[in-house]
Structure formats: C-alpha cells, structure tokens
C-alpha cells in the first residue's frame, strides 16, 4: 500500500509556507497552528463534503533531488457522511473518512480551481448517480 520506499520518504518530508518556499519542520508547525484547520474552501452538497486545505507537505517529493520538482502543498478532497437514521453521531464522527476522490496541488490559485472541479463533479454525482470506482 504504501511503497518500498515509504518511510524513507516520510523521514525526508520537506515542509513549505502557502507560497510553496521550502521552511523548516518548526516554521511550518507555527504557520499550521496559525491556519487553524487550513482550510482554504469548504462545501457541504447534499452527502458529500468538499474540503480544500493546505498541508504544506509534499507528499509526491522524490527521494533523489530534483531541481525541476513542483511542490504539491494543497489537496481537494470528496467525502460523503456516514449513514446516521437515528441522528446519533456526533457531528465530528458524521463523515466517512474514506475519500470519494483526491486532487494535490501546487498553489492556491490551482488549489480553489482544484475545488471548483470537485464540486461540480459532486454534483453531477447527485444528478446522473456516482459512477462505481
């Protein structure tokens, strides 16, 4: 699942501001806290759930360096809320953390373009039916 090379990448992880500039673990834990959740774009659309964050991580960096590497530093991502008849679940506990879909991004700009996309596709699901993965 998660590659040979995992954990090699994850103890190299580069960090970076909202503006894609390389910062340390430090700088990064401070402008995190400072984001909040990081949230750049929230939708709520009938069961699905589009939310747009900024990581400041790039997950996809190759473990050799790479001078021509963009940084992926924001993700989109499509979720739909658990079954709840009775009402029950907290409101924290109310979305299924599997992902209905996934976009990485590279700036801001592209992030809420990223967005856009996700939602119009949401809504297509609600009007013609989600196509089976």
Not at 16 to 34: E, K
Not at 103 to 113: D, K
Request: glycine share 6%; net charge negative.
């Amino acid at each position: 699942m998660f590659g040979p090379d995992f954990f090699e990448r994850l103890s190299q992880r580069m960090y970076y501001d909202l503006d894609g500039n390389p910062i340390t673990q430090d700088q990064w834990s401070v402008l995190r806290l400072g984001a909040g959740s990081a949230h750049i774009a929230r939708d709520h659309i009938g069961i699905y759930h589009v939310s747009t964050v900024w990581t400041g991580i790039d997950t996809t960096a190759p473990l050799e360096d790479d001078h021509d590497h963009t940084p992926l530093i924001y993700e989109t991502m499509v979720f739909v809320e658990r079954l709840d008849p009775d009402g029950v679940l907290p409101e924290d506990e109310r979305l299924d953390c599997t992902e209905q879909h996934a976009e990485l991004h590279a700036t801001r700009e592209e992030a809420l373009a990223g967005h856009r996309r996700a939602t119009a596709l949401v809504r297509e699901w609600i009007t013609k039916g989600r196509p089976e993965l």
